[in-house]
């Protein structure tokens, strides 16, 4: 099949900033449509370079090192530093329905975490598939009502396996708190160690209130994203640099020490790699291409 058939796909849509991939546009949530239709089509044609670059642009997106995730995560904000990531990604359970169908297995731990950040009701009530003008031109020679907003919603399994997910990552954390910041020891280094009266107490107290913002899921709470462990871990990290906290008086940064610092941003980023490594198992997906897991289509 030659390329022409893709034509009425592809016509409309610009090159974007990613030199690889020339035919999607920047308003990436837009594309997937026509992205998830290219690369059935071309899938089914043998149309191999069209295919690689519809996985090149599913990859960017549901990426499968965190490396990858944490760039993505910082293109989910506007220009006004806003996190919208359904602006700048499709919903993931169309994308969780897209790679069961064509046996995408590395874009599922990114695609079943990101649909975990929501809360149970808002996983349960699913989303609505995108309008396309072939499902109006479906409409049309069939002589069928057409309903432009259909809901898509996962099947019990799925819905399980997310649930199952969400708690997995959250007993993580919890234990990471446990583990990492509740009496935590100073660093064998520490500046204050020596100290007289009170050994390491202002690492000690900069480590309670470390734990404190964490329990309270403050910066998670104010994005929408309180629950998200890796992007609470990243704000746990990113304390031991801020001036902006306060004392009662005046703006100031934790008193940690230097060493104490680099001792926990090192266990942080290892707990960091440690969930992502872990996301295919708290999903359930290490056999996911040996089973069939349904997308309902309500």
């Known amino acids: 099949m030659t390329d022409c058939r893709f034509s009425f796909f592809l016509k409309q849509i610009d090159q974007p900033p990613i030199p690889c991939i020339r035919y999607f546009k920047r308003s990436r949530a837009l594309d997937f449509p026509a992205i998830a239709a290219v690369l059935r089509l071309s899938t089914k044609y043998l149309v191999e370079h069209l295919r690689r670059r519809c996985l090149a642009r599913l ?133 204050y160690r020596l100290d007289t009266v009170a050994p390491s107490k202002q690492c000690f107290e900069s480590f309670y209130f470390i734990m404190l913002n964490i329990l309270r899921l403050v910066g998670g709470v104010a994005c929408g994203r309180d629950s998200d462990p890796l992007f609470t871990l990243i704000q746990a990290m990113e304390m031991l640099s801020r001036t902006d906290f306060s004392d009662g008086q005046r703006q100031c940064g934790l008193k940690l020490c230097q060493p104490c610092k680099v001792d926990f941003a090192a266990s942080a980023s290892k707990a960091r790699e440690e969930i992502w490594s872990l996301l295919p198992q708290w999903f359930a997906l290490v056999d996911v291409e040996k089973s069939k897991l349904p997308v309902d289509l309500d």
């Open 59 to 191: 990859d960017t997106d549901w990426p499968l090192t965190l490396a990858d995730w944490d760039l993505r995560e910082r293109r989910c904000h506007d220009e006004h530093g806003r996190y919208i990531p359904r602006d700048y990604c499709i919903h993931p359970i169309l994308v969780i329905e897209l790679a069961l169908d064509m046996n995408l297995s590395s874009i599922l731990p990114a695609a079943f975490y990101d649909l975990a950040r929501y809360g149970p009701s808002k996983i349960m009530s699913g989303t609505t598939a995108p309008t396309t003008t072939f499902h109006r031109l479906i409409s049309q020679l069939t002589n069928t009502p057409f309903h432009p907003n259909t809901p898509v919603r996962l099947s019990r399994d799925l819905l399980c396996r997310t649930l199952r997910g969400r708690e997995a990552s959250q007993r993580y954390l919890a234990a990471f708190i446990e583990k990492e910041l509740h009496c935590r020891s100073p660093a064998q280094d520490c500046l």
